[in-house]
């Protein structure tokens, strides 16, 4: 019966201390260390933030003859040291600043005054500083950046030569290959349609046709003439 009674009171005391043992280990605490994180006891975390100073803005534009009784928006320049309490000082200078461009000392905004034509000029290079109002110290370090003159249709295409004078062997055969002519356009190849030329013939049809895209005149049909 001893024997009996030692083995069943073993196993209890065995689950009681693997009890007792967890306990001891959850009211310690761990300590856990992450990246950029700071230790605390109790499992908790708090991101530690780096201060990050700069400039920040995105790429700036300008939509060429601009027509409006106001002055066209362009951008905002923003440091992060600015908390937004009148502290920082934004100052703009380069080319077309204080004339063409404006800039709100205080809030950044950038300001267009003047129409502009991307043929005659497609960008602007201007440097931006931001000082402290109160003691005139520099808070980021100079920055130079570009306004792009954003370009609208404005512009018809060009033939390089003409006017084009060209004779046709009488009976040839048609699609023969009367003549190749090129047009050009001064609007900007990059952004969107403005530039892209295609090609059609007014008069002379049925008896000519032109590729709209690689500009060449054939003859459609077989009769004579020039």
């Given at each position: 019966m001893?024997?009996m009674s030692t083995s069943?009171?073993?196993?209890?005391?065995v689950?009681?201390c693997?009890?007792q043992?967890?306990?001891?280990?959850a009211?310690?605490?761990?300590?856990?260390v992450?990246?950029?994180?700071t230790?605390h006891?109790e499992g908790?975390?708090?991101?530690?933030?780096r201060?990050?100073?700069?400039w920040?803005?995105?790429?700036?534009?300008?939509?060429?003859?601009?027509?409006g009784?106001?002055?066209q928006?362009?951008?905002?320049?923003?440091?992060n040291s600015?908390?937004?309490d009148?502290?920082?000082?934004?100052i703009l200078?380069g080319?077309?600043a204080g004339t063409?461009?404006?800039i709100?000392d205080?809030?950044?905004?950038i300001?267009?005054?003047?129409?502009?034509?991307?043929?005659?000029k497609?960008?602007?290079?201007?440097?931006?500083?931001?000082?402290d109002?109160r003691?005139n110290?520099?808070?980021?370090?100079e920055?130079?950046?570009i306004?792009?003159v954003?370009?609208i249709n404005?512009?018809?295409?060009?033939?390089t030569?003409?006017?084009?004078?060209?004779?046709?062997?009488?009976m040839?055969?048609?699609?023969t290959?009367?003549l190749?002519?090129?047009?050009t356009?001064a609007d900007?190849?990059?952004?969107?349609?403005?530039a892209?030329?295609?090609?059609?013939?007014?008069?002379?049809?049925p008896?000519?046709s032109?590729d709209?895209?690689t500009?060449?005149?054939?003859?459609?049909?077989?009769?004579?003439?020039?």
């Amino acid at each position: 019966m001893r024997i009996m009674s030692t083995s069943c009171i073993c196993p209890v005391l065995v689950c009681l201390c693997f009890v007792q043992r967890c306990y001891g280990a959850a009211h310690h605490g761990s300590i856990k260390v992450t990246r950029n994180q700071t230790k605390h006891i109790e499992g908790e975390t708090e991101v530690h933030h780096r201060p990050k100073r700069g400039w920040v803005w995105n790429q700036f534009f300008v939509l060429e003859e601009h027509l409006g009784p106001d002055p066209q928006y362009v951008g905002k320049l923003h440091s992060n040291s600015d908390k937004g309490d009148g502290s920082v000082k934004y100052i703009l200078t380069g080319e077309g600043a204080g004339t063409i461009f404006i800039i709100d000392d205080t809030t950044g905004d950038i300001h267009s005054t003047k129409s502009l034509d991307r043929e005659q000029k497609t960008h602007y290079v201007l440097h931006a500083q931001a000082i402290d109002r109160r003691t005139n110290k520099p808070l980021e370090p100079e920055s130079e950046f570009i306004i792009k003159v954003q370009d609208i249709n404005d512009n018809a295409p060009k033939f390089t030569d003409g006017p084009y004078i060209v004779t046709v062997p009488e009976m040839s055969e048609m699609g023969t290959s009367v003549l190749q002519v090129t047009a050009t356009d001064a609007d900007d190849p990059t952004y969107g349609n403005s530039a892209r030329v295609v090609y059609s013939i007014l008069q002379g049809q049925p008896y000519f046709s032109v590729d709209p895209k690689t500009d060449d005149i054939s003859r459609d049909i077989g009769q004579q003439g020039k």
